[in-house]
């Protein structure tokens, strides 16, 4: 069963910055695309980011704007996601999960999730 496994999450104030990390012991995700997802609470899930495993595309939610990068290191099996400028509805827990394609809906497997919170 492969199993991916979310960290970095935490309590920040509004404007801060988190960088979470997506790792799969055991498991090689370069041939993967990795998206990244997060549900609030009484929300659906939405995507967040997404890059893809077969050009060096990257996708983004509108309500990124600029704000969170995505990136892949190989070598560490880690993909990453860089938030800056939190805002309070960023609040939500994340998750990663693999696919065949950034545009695809065939997210296969998915970790546990970590919580951002972003408060004051």
């Known amino acids: 069963q492969v199993r991916l496994v979310e960290y970095g999450g935490g309590l920040v104030q509004p404007g801060g910055s988190l960088r979470l990390s997506c790792a799969a012991p055991g498991f090689s995700l370069e041939n993967y695309a990795i998206g990244w997802f997060r549900q609030a609470p009484g929300k659906e899930r939405e995507g967040v980011s997404c890059?893809?495993?077969?050009?060096?595309?990257?996708s983004y939610g509108d309500f990124v704007k600029g704000r969170f990068t995505i990136s892949r290191d190989n070598a560490k099996n880690t993909v990453y996601l860089q938030m800056n400028s939190l805002k309070p509805e960023d609040t939500a827990v994340y998750y990663c999960?693999?696919?065949?394609?950034?545009?695809?809906?065939?997210?296969?497997?998915w970790g546990q999730g970590t919580q951002v919170t972003v408060s004051s």
């Open positions: 999960a693999t696919g065949s394609h950034c545009s695809g809906s065939d997210w296969k497997f």
């Open positions: 890059t893809s495993n077969s050009d060096s595309s990257d």
